[in-house]
C-alpha cells in the first residue's frame, strides 16, 4: 500500500526566501511521485514528477523536488518565494495496481509575505 | 489544445436528490479519473473510465457512479444525496495507454456541490 505525508499544513514565507514543503511517502513498489498546485477555486496543476529517470527533478516556475530513496522524501523547494507561489501545495503517489490512481497527501498550504 | 472542462463548475442540491457531473478530457485523452475533494478527507480517488470501461476504484459506496462515453467524455452520478456529499469533484485525464503509473493527470477546475 502507499501513503503521502506532508509536514506542516501551513507554512509561511517572506518573499524573497526559501520555500521548503515537506512530503514523505512509503510504497511497496518502486514509487512515481508528483506534486500539484492548487490556486482558489481552480483544479490542480502539475508542477513535476519524478518517474525514477533523474532524483533532482526541475519543474515549472522556478520549483524543484529531490527524490531520496534511504529518506523516503520527496520535498519541494524553490529558491526565492514570489507573492504569486501563494497556494495550496500536494504531494501524491502513484498507486500500485497499475494506472491512474493518486493518493494524496493532505496539503499544503504556503502563505508568502511581503 | 484545450483543457479538461467540467460542467457544471456550481451545483446546489438538498438531500436525497440525485447529481450529474460532465467531463470533457483533453483532446486525445482515452483515461478519466473522478477525485473528491473535501476539508476533512482531502483528495480521494472515486474511479478511473478508459475506453469506456471502469479500470479502476476508490472505496466509495455504489451511490457514486460513472460512466464513459465513445468520445471520452465522462460522466458522474450521485444518487440519495447526503450532506457528507458537498465537496469539490475533479476530473482528470490522461492518455491512458503508454505511461502506466507515472502517466501525468491533468486536472479540470472542478465542480462544486453543495448539499443542503
Known amino acids: 500500500a502507499q501513503s503521502v505525508t506532508q509536514l506542516g499544513s501551513h507554512v509561511s514565507v517572506s518573499e524573497g526566501a526559501l520555500v521548503l514543503l515537506r512530503c514523505n511517502y512509503s510504497s511497496s513498489v518502486p514509487p512515481y511521485l508528483f506534486w500539484y498546485v492548487q490556486y482558489p477555486n481552480q483544479g490542480l496543476q502539475l508542477l513535476l514528477k519524478y518517474t525514477s529517470a533523474a532524483t533532482l527533478v526541475k519543474g515549472i516556475n522556478g520549483f524543484e523536488a529531490e527524490f531520496k530513496k534511504s529518506e523516503t522524501s520527496f520535498h519541494l523547494t524553490k529558491p526565492s518565494a514570489h507573492m504569486s507561489d501563494a497556494a495550496e501545495y500536494f504531494c501524491a503517489v502513484s498507486a500500485s495496481g497499475g494506472y491512474n490512481k493518486l493518493i494524496f497527501g493532505a496539503g499544503t498550504r504556503l502563505a508568502v509575505h511581503p | 489544445k484545450a483543457g479538461v472542462t467540467q460542467t457544471p463548475r456550481y451545483l446546489i442540491k438538498t438531500r436525497g436528490q440525485q447529481v450529474t457531473l460532465s467531463c470533457s478530457p483533453i483532446?486525445?485523452?482515452?483515461?478519466v479519473s473522478w477525485y473528491q475533494q473535501t476539508p476533512g478527507q482531502g483528495l480521494q480517488f472515486l474511479f478511473e473510465y478508459f475506453s469506456e470501461t471502469q479500470r479502476n476504484k476508490g472505496n466509495f459506496p455504489g451511490r457514486f457512479s460513472g460512466r464513459q462515453f465513445s468520445n471520452s467524455r465522462s460522466e458522474m452520478n450521485v444518487s440519495t444525496l447526503e450532506l457528507g456529499d458537498s465537496a469539490l469533484y475533479l476530473c482528470a485525464s490522461s492518455g491512458g495507454t503508454s505511461g502506466g503509473r507515472q502517466e501525468t493527470q491533468y486536472f479540470g477546475p472542478g465542480t462544486r456541490l453543495l448539499v443542503l
Open positions: 483532446s486525445g485523452h482515452r483515461s
